[in-house]
Nanobody, 123 residues
Framework: QAQLVESGGGLVQAGDSLRLSCAAS????????MGWFRQALGKEREFVTA????????YSTDSVKGRFTVSTDNTKSTLYLQMNSLKPEDTAVYYC????????????????WGQGTQVTVSS
């Protein structure tokens, strides 16, 4: 059974760094666009960043691009999100997803989702 499992969340102070991991198992995800989304309390889930199946990087905003870095390991079985200079507004549950459509600055048609990992940034 295909599965995505996130880890690495936690409580940090503004300006700190965190690295999230997303372990993929149960099937090959090489043909999918792999991305990170987040959902803050009371808000809709939003796209953060991704690596497309072709190896292109997508960032939702310039602010994210300057502080967050998405990457995979050599086997593409683990997706990472390195987050630097964290801000209180980055507080959210972060999800990884495997999606089939890459358009503009986002991913859609996401077939697989992880359970999410909480990131809390205190001011």
């Amino acid at each position: 059974q295909a599965q995505l499992v996130e880890s690495g969340g936690g409580l940090v102070q503004a300006g700190d760094s965190l690295r999230l991991s997303c372990a993929a198992s149960g099937r090959a995800f090489s043909g999918y666009h792999m991305g990170w989304f987040r959902q803050a309390l009371g808000k809709e889930r939003e796209f953060v960043t991704a690596i497309t199946a072709a190896g292109q990087y997508i960032y939702s905003t310039d602010s994210v691009k300057g502080r967050f870095t998405v990457s995979t390991d050599n086997t593409k079985s683990t997706l990472y999100l390195q987050m630097n200079s964290l801000k209180p507004e980055d507080t959210a549950v972060y999800y990884c997803a495997a999606c089939t459509v890459s358009v503009a600055r986002t991913l859609t048609q996401c077939k697989y989702w992880g359970q999410g990992t909480q990131v809390t940034v205190s001011s």
